[in-house]
Each structure stands twice: as structure tokens, then as C-alpha cells.
């Protein structure tokens, strides 16, 4: 059952809260969103019962920030009087029941500011959709919560309210495991080479001590490697003359926005690819992302020109059982190689930026130096964040969904897509989610007229790109099988 989290009214928001009121512009709202699509229409009526007990749950879906432009104090939380969810959800029916009257319909939603004299959240339910469907949009502004506060949020209101809390449990669970196992010889690089018979005889001090030598000499290799890291990033946010050329586009930031979504891909097929290339979820999904921006930037009238694609991971800094309903996240900026190389090679590269990313320290002092903005929030102006971030091609998020099919007022959840909002002109908001057993992108970018379609091709090509991989990915793993049969 989620837990209630306790209302605190009328306190001033925190850093990193303050921090997406302060960067917001008109045309790059803070919006974070997320589609729900049904094979039936909604009951109203349970949709209403399931969100008052959502903003029983979390009452900050009750509360507005006011105070906004001070620069002696960050926006304070305000109950808002005579509160109703029905205020918080707009009925609408698709012209036409297809899939690209959904997609104009949510893009038209996306770019629309959130009314300040009410809690900034929404909920449209969509009918019309092809068979009887329906669907759900729902958006909030990103200075309520992060993505695992929406998440367990969003979960509270549904079916799935207790698996979050399952989730949480296991990862704790199997983290006291992972720290009372002992290591074998096949845990340690070193000692997973003797034969059998030595590693049997080996004693388990012997083995103690090489683990914990190998993971010292692991630690220092991967700081300097972060070093090193950091330091090429330092030198291309500070350099004047660093920019990204690809999605940039002349005149100014348009308003108009383009949501698509990808077909899902299967736990089970990932997980083949995984095991052929030495991959996480995270470092295939990051490969077959990079290859379909490169793919789509190659098939441009402009021609792709830059050699890497830099994006900002976002990073959850919350423990396990970390409830509150604010922003616990920062994070840092990757960059993944856009040139031709085999897959083997690309994933590769890729699990080294991602393994440096995991052990970065800038995150956590980034969160630091964000706790600025509680204390004076004009000493950084926005257009300092604003000049770093449009440095790089997007926002790239991966959210945890539940396991298995959930329900929101009495109905199935078929597809599940979350997106980030935008960092900056031109950049793309890209966000993964796996949901009962499958995985699917989505992304939020900009309709601009010098990369045209650019949302809509990346996700049109990402199953094809992975249902490539896959085959590559049997391929390899066939060919392991009888190299090990003959030998």
C-alpha cells in the first residue's frame, strides 16, 4: 500500500524544485508528461474516486507555488481553497481514431503553460481512439517532483500501488545479499583463470583478499577515468566556441512541439542482446538511440554534423525507500560516438560512459551547489544554465514502470510512454520505459521546419534498429555455441 506522505504546508521549495520555476521559458516549459492508452473508454466517475485519493496521498497536487520572483527566497507552497480534482481533468473525444490524431492532439497539449492560480497538473481523458479505445495524458510541472516521486505518485491511483513498494523491498533485499556474499573465484578476474582444481583449493582469505584488491585497483582506475572525463566536459561547456551543430536550427525557439512514441520491444529480446554483446538494458537501449539519431541525421538535407551525440542523464540520488515527493535527482551530461562501428564496439563504448556516469561525482555536487537556490535564488541567472544546456542534443530518462499489466479506473493499461521535457532550442526530451515486460521510447522535440519529422523518424526507426541488433545478437551468440562444441 503506498505510504501517505505528510503534508507540509506552505514551505518553501527546495533547490532543485526552485531550480525548474527558474529555467522555464515559454517555448521550454518544465512539463514532464505521460500516455495511457486503453482498449475500452474510462469510467469518469473512477478516474475522479482514484485522483482524490492520489492527492490525499501527496498534497502537493493540492498546492500552488507562490512568491515566485523573489530573489531573497525561493516560491513558497500554498494550500489553494475550495481545491476539487475536477478542476484537474479535461474531457476531450479524437476527430478521427487514429494514431496520428492522438499524437497532434497530445503535441497540442504538451505546449500549453500550466494556469498559475491552480496546482500545476492535469489530467486529459482522451476517447475516440481506433476500436473503442481510450487514452490518458497527464502532465505536471517538473518543480513538483522527479520521475520516481511521479511514478510512485501515479502507481498510487492505480492497481499497481503496491508493487513499487515490492520493487523497493527486493532492490533492498538483494543489495544486504550482494553485501553478505562471498566471492568466489569467479567473481575475481585474476583468480577465475586457475583451473578448477587450484580454484577449489584456493582458501577463502586468499580469495577475500584479491577481491578486495582488485576492487580498490578498480575504484582508482575509474576515478581517473572520471578525472579525465570531467575534464573534457569542463573544457566544452566552458569554451565559448563548443556547440552542437545538429538540431539547432535559425530564428527563434518555437512553441509548436511533437510528441511520437516507438513500438515496444521485449524484456526477453533485450535480454538476448544483453547477453551477446556484455550489455545492461540501459547501455543497448542507449546504443540503438544513438543509431537511429545518427541514422536519421545521415538522411538529412543538412547531413549529420557532429561526431557525437551528448546528452544529460538524469540521476536519482533517493535510497530505496526514499518517499518524498520532490526532486531527489541530478545529474550529468554523456556523450556516445556517432560514427560507423560494429555493434560489439558501439555498446562497448557506450557501457564505459555509463559506468564512469554511475561513479561520477559531479551529480551529487551539482545537488549540493543546488541547495544555492534556497538561499539566493538570482545568484545564478538563468541564462547561465540555459547557455550550458543548449550545448548538447536532449534529455535521455529511463523509467522504471510496473512489471505487469496495472489498471487506472477499472481498465487495463495497454501502452505506457513517459516524456521528459526539452533542455533547450532544438534539443529532443527522450524518455524509456519498461512496462510489463516490454520497453518503449518516447520523445518530445520541437516542430521545426530544418529537421523535418525529426521526433517521429527516430521513434518510427528504433524497433527496426533493435530487431537489427537482435539478429546480430543470435548471429553471435550461434556462433559462440559452436565454437565451444568444437572446442
Known amino acids: ?40 473508454p474510462l469510467s469518469i466517475v473512477l478516474a475522479l474516486q482514484q485522483l482524490e485519493r492520489m492527492a490525499e496521498l501527496f498534497p502537493r497536487f493540492r498546492q500552488i507555488p507562490v512568491e515566485r520572483n523573489s530573489i531573497f527566497h525561493t516560491a513558497r507552497w500554498q494550500f489553494v481553497e475550495n481545491w476539487s480534482v475536477s478542476n484537474h481533468i479535461e474531457m476531450a473525444t479524437l476527430e478521427e481514431p487514429t494514431h496520428q490524431c492522438l499524437q497532434e492532439f497530445v503535441s497540442r497539449k504538451i505546449s500549453i503553460p500550466f494556469d498559475p492560480e491552480k496546482p500545476l497538473w492535469l489530467l486529459y481523458i482522451i476517447n475516440g481512439l481506433p476500436n473503442g479505445g481510450s487514452a490518458c495524458f497527464w502532465k505536471a510541472h517538473h518543480c513538483m517532483a522527479d520521475g520516481q516521486g511521479y511514478v510512485r505518485a501515479l ?21 544486504i545479499e550482494d553485501f553478505r556474499r562471498v566471492p568466489d573465484c569467479k567473481d575475481v578476474p585474476i583468480l577465475r583463470h586457475l583451473p578448477p582444481h587450484y580454484q577449489k ?43 552542437r551543430r545538429d538540431f539547432l536550427y535559425e530564428g527563434p525557439h518555437v512553441f509548436t512541439k511533437t510528441i511520437a512514441w516507438s513500438e515496444d520491444v521485449s524484456m526477453a529480446d533485450i535480454a538476448v542482446v544483453r547477453k551477446a554483446f556484455s550489455g545492461t538494458l540501459n547501455d543497448v537501449m542507449c546504443a540503438v538511440i544513438t543509431r537511429c539519431v545518427k541514422s536519421y541525421l545521415d538522411e538529412c538535407p543538412k547531413g549529420r554534423q557532429d561526431k557525437e551525440l551528448w546528452m544529460l542523464i538524469p540521476k536519482s540520488l533517493r535510497a530505496p525507500d526514499d518517499r518524498r515527493f520532490q526532486n531527489v535527482v541530478s545529474g ?74 496495472i489498471k487506472f479506473a477499472g481498465q487495463e493499461i495497454k501502452d505506457y510512454r513517459v516524456m521528459p521535457p526539452q533542455n533547450s532550442k532544438g534539443s529532443i526530451g527522450m524518455g524509456l520505459v519498461s512496462y510489463n515486460n516490454k520497453v518503449a521510447l518516447a520523445i518530445l522535440g520541437d516542430e521545426s521546419a530544418a529537421y523535418p519529422g525529426a521526433v517521429n523518424e527516430v521513434c518510427r526507426r528504433f524497433k527496426p534498429t533493435f530487431d537489427q541488433m537482435l539478429a546480430e545478437a543470435h548471429q553471435a551468440l550461434e556462433a559462440k555455441s559452436k565454437k565451444l562444441h568444437e572446442n
Open 155 to 175: 502507481l498510487a491511483c492505480t492497481s499497481g500501488s503496491n508493487e513499487l513498494d515490492e520493487m523497493i523491498e527486493e532492490a533492498k533485499k538483494k543489495y
Open 1 to 40: 500500500m503506498a505510504t501517505p506522505v505528510s503534508p507540509s504546508p506552505e514551505v518553501h521549495l527546495r533547490g532543485m524544485d526552485n531550480l525548474f520555476l527558474h529555467i522555464e521559458l515559454p517555448p521550454r516549459l518544465m512539463t514532464v508528461s505521460t500516455l495511457w492508452t486503453f482498449d475500452k
Open 201 to 243: 583449493k584456493t582458501q577463502p582469505w586468499v580469495i577475500q583478499l584479491f577481491a578486495t584488491l582488485t576492487l580498490i585497483l578498480t575504484m582508482m582506475v575509474g576515478y581517473i577515468l572520471v578525472l579525465l572525463r570531467n575534464a573534457k566536459l569542463a573544457a566544452c561547456m566552458l569554451a565559448p566556441t563548443h556547440w
Open 332 to 405: 550529468s551530461f554523456v556523450y556516445f560516438p556517432m560514427e560507423d562501428m560494429s555493434t560489439k564496439s558501439l555498446v562497448r563504448s557506450i557501457r564505459q560512459q555509463m559506468q564512469i556516469f554511475k561513479i561520477d561525482f559531479i551529480p551529487y555536487l551539482l545537488y549540493i551547489l543546488g541547495s544555492i537556490f534556497l538561499v539566493l535564488p538570482a545568484l545564478v541567472p538563468s541564462w547561465i544554465i540555459s547557455f550550458q544546456v543548449t550545448k548538447i542534443h536532449g534529455v535521455f530518462t529511463n523509467v522504471p514502470g510496473p512489471r505487469k499489466a
